[in-house]
C-alpha cells in the first residue's frame, strides 16, 4: 500500500513547503546516523524523512500522494537482504532473472501513475514565422474522466482489497527446474497488479479514470522561431492511469518554404535577376517583404554577377534576443542569347567606345575584370 507521506513528517496535507522542511529538520535533528551511531532503527527513521520531505516538496509526486498513490514505489519497495557476495542483490532477485519472479516480491504497483508527454507537429508559414502567431491545434489525448472524476468507479467509490492476491498485488507459484521446486512470483491476474479492485468499474472509462478525447487548444508561437523547434505546453499531455497528473504537450513547429525568401538562422536570403545594363548604370528595385510592406534595394553602378547585397534589420526577429538579421539580395546578371539589331548596334558601339582587349588571365592574378569584358566575351562566343 501507499506510504503515509504526511504522516511520517507529522504534518497536515494542507502543510506549505516551509512547514514540510520544518517538520524535517526537527526530525533529522533527532535522527541523524551522527546523533544515533549504531541504532539502525534512528537511521530507518531519517532515511524516511528525507524520502518524505523529497516527495512532499516535488509538485507532480505530491499530486499522486494526494490522489491516494505511492511514486516512490518502486525505489522504496525494492531491495532485500545482501546474500553473500553478489553485489547487494538478493536470493529472490537472482531467481527473478532467470523464472520471471522470485521468493519475495515488490508489493502492489499504485493505481495513480503520472501521465505521459505527447507530441504534436504544425505548419506555419515564413510569414507566420517572422511575425508570430496565436494557432489554434487540434490534440486527441487522454484527458481525465470527467463522469467518475477520475477514480474509475461508477459510484466513485474506493477500491476495495484483492481477494487473489490480499492486496499485495502479486501471486507465488511453485514451479519445477533443474535446481529443484523454486517459488516464484507474478503480478496479480485478478487486480493487474494493482492490490486492489474495483467493484463498480465507470461504465464511460471502464475504471481506468481517463478517456480519450479531441480538444482545440491555442499555442503561442513566438516571432522568430525556427523551423523544428518544440513550444513545451505544461500539463497538456496525456493524464495518468488513475487519473494522474498529465504530462506536457510539446508541439514542434515546421516552416513551409516560400518562394522568394530562404531562411538561414536569422537572415534572410533572396536572389535578383538584374539585366545587365541596370547593374551597369545602377538601379532599385522593389519587393514586398515578410511584413506586406514594401522593401527598396538598391543596385550600385558597376554591380558584379554573384555580388550580394546587404540590408541590415531586414532579417528574421532574434528569438532570445532583441533586434534582428539582415536581408541579402543576391545579384545575378541577366546577359540576353538573343538581340535585335537596334540593341546589337547600341551594344556594339559599347564595345568600340572602350578600349579593353579580351586577355586570359594569368594565374595567381586577382585583378576584376570590367563588367564590359565578360559580356564581350560572350558575345564572341
Sequence with gaps: MARDYYGILGVDKSASDSEIKKAYRKLARKYHPDVNPGDEEAAEKFREASLAQEVLLDPQKRQVVDMGGDPMERSAQGGGADFGGFGGGNLGDIFAEFFGGGTSGRG??????PGNDA???????????YSGLKKTVTVDTAVLCDKCSGSGSESKSKPVTCEGCGGAGEIQEMQRSFLGNVMTTRPCPQCQGFGEIIKDPCNHCGGDGRVKKRRDLTVNIPAGIGDGMRIRMGSQGEVGHGGGPAGDLYVEVHTEPHPVFERNADDLNLTVRVPMVDAALGTTFSIEHLDGEKL??????GTQPGESIRVEGKGMPRLRTDGFGSLYAHVDVVVPRELDRRTREQLEKIRDHRSE?????????NQEESFFSRIRDRFRR
Design 108 to 113: 502492489p504497483r499504485s493505481r495513480v501513475q
Design 119 to 129: 507530441l504534436l507537429r504544425t505548419q506555419i508559414t515564413l510569414a507566420e514565422a
Design 296 to 301: 527598396d534595394i538598391e543596385i550600385e553602378p
Design 357 to 365: 582587349d579580351t586577355k586570359v588571365r594569368e594565374a595567381g592574378d
